[in-house]
């Protein structure tokens, strides 16, 4: 069963409610397709999940390591 999906467009991250019973909430307000940065709280139904990005390492940065 799907409840949300994720997608990335234009460089920007969107959480998009697939119809779902209990709805998809994004710092505990109800979305249907809302933009999401780094930080914010996805919840699905009884669950609260942390939305995290990560920026990879550049070459320059890895061999610095």
């Known amino acids: 069963r799907r409840h949300a999906a994720l997608e990335f467009k234009d460089l920007k991250?969107?959480?998009?409610?697939?119809?779902?019973?209990?709805?998809?909430k994004?710092?505990?307000?109800?979305?249907?397709n809302m933009m999401i940065v780094d930080g914010d709280t996805i919840s699905f139904g009884e669950y609260d999940v942390?939305?995290?990005v990560y920026k990879p390492k550049t070459l320059e940065e890895i061999s610095n390591d």
């Open 26 to 32: 994004v710092n505990y307000k109800e979305i249907k």
């Open 50 to 52: 942390i939305f995290k």
């Open 13 to 24: 991250f969107y959480i998009i409610d697939t119809n779902s019973i209990n709805g998809t």
